[in-house]
């Protein structure tokens, strides 16, 4: 079974930097596109991020120059490097899988169970 | 990068069927078939209903069906449980290759 644990969440002044990883199990991360959305409590869902099995990235135009997402397919695990943070970057930030190995930017399946950041002073 | 447009909330009695939009343009919905569905209930992660405007993953039930016309796709839900209550999204790739969220629907079952 697929399973994907976000960590690195957590509080942080704005301005400031931090990194959330995703670790992946159960399947050929290699083959597979990864993604990060985020939620703001009680808000909406919201596309961050997404890397294909090749390190292709496309960026949302809210965290374009802010944010680096990079893979390492030794040890299936993504992780997102977040700087300059601002309080609207403040969210459940999820990690997903691509629904199929052929495809990216398409269906998510799964998610991971988010990890919270936030940012305050 | 706009979000679609999801009607804020839908309700309907148990057994009952409910539908739900998705509104985007020509340059997201109306043009690529990359359109899914996910669930959401409270304090857990989306889980993908549909796909591809019409595919449902293994395991989902069949009491859930997506649709297309034109700009705006649809979910609908067919013999309404109790267990349904939840927030809907529908995404859709677009023609910036980003991929964009509708705002969610909050499905109440009466």
């Known amino acids: 079974e697929a399973q994907l644990l976000e960590s690195g969440g957590g509080l942080v002044q704005p301005g400031g930097s931090l990194r959330l990883s995703c670790a992946a199990s159960?399947?050929?991360?290699?083959?597979?596109?990864m993604t990060w959305v985020r939620q703001a409590p009680g808000k909406g869902l919201e596309w961050v991020s997404t890397?294909?099995?090749?390190?292709?990235?496309y960026y949302a135009d809210s965290v374009k120059g802010r944010f680096t997402f990079s893979r390492d397919n030794s040890n299936s695990t993504v992780s997102l490097q977040m700087s300059s943070l601002r309080a609207e970057d403040t969210a459940f930030y999820y990690c997903?899988?691509?629904?199929?190995?052929?495809?990216?930017?398409?269906?998510?399946?799964?998610w991971g169970q988010g990890t919270l950041v936030t940012v305050s002073s | 990068q706009s979000a679609l447009t999801q009607p804020p909330s839908v309700s309907g009695s148990p057994g009952q069927s409910v539908t739900m939009s998705c509104t985007g343009t020509s340059n997201d919905v109306g043009r690529y078939s990359r359109v899914s569905w996910y669930q959401q209930s409270p304090g857990t992660a989306p889980k993908v209903l549909i796909y591809?405007?019409?595919k449902r993953p293994a395991g989902v039930s069949d009491r859930f069906s997506g649709s297309r016309s034109g700009n705006t796709a649809s979910l609908t839900i067919s013999g309404l449980q109790a267990e349904d209550e939840a927030d809907y999204y529908c995404?859709?790739?677009?023609?910036?290759?980003?991929?964009?969220f509708g705002g969610g629907t909050k499905l109440t079952v009466l």
């Open positions: 159960g399947f050929t991360f290699s083959d597979f596109a």
């Open positions: 890397i294909t099995p090749g390190s292709n990235t």
């Open positions: 997903a899988r691509s629904g199929r190995s052929t495809t990216t930017l398409n269906w998510f399946d799964p």
């Open positions: 995404s859709s790739y677009t023609s910036d290759s980003t991929l964009a």
């Open positions: 591809e405007v019409t």
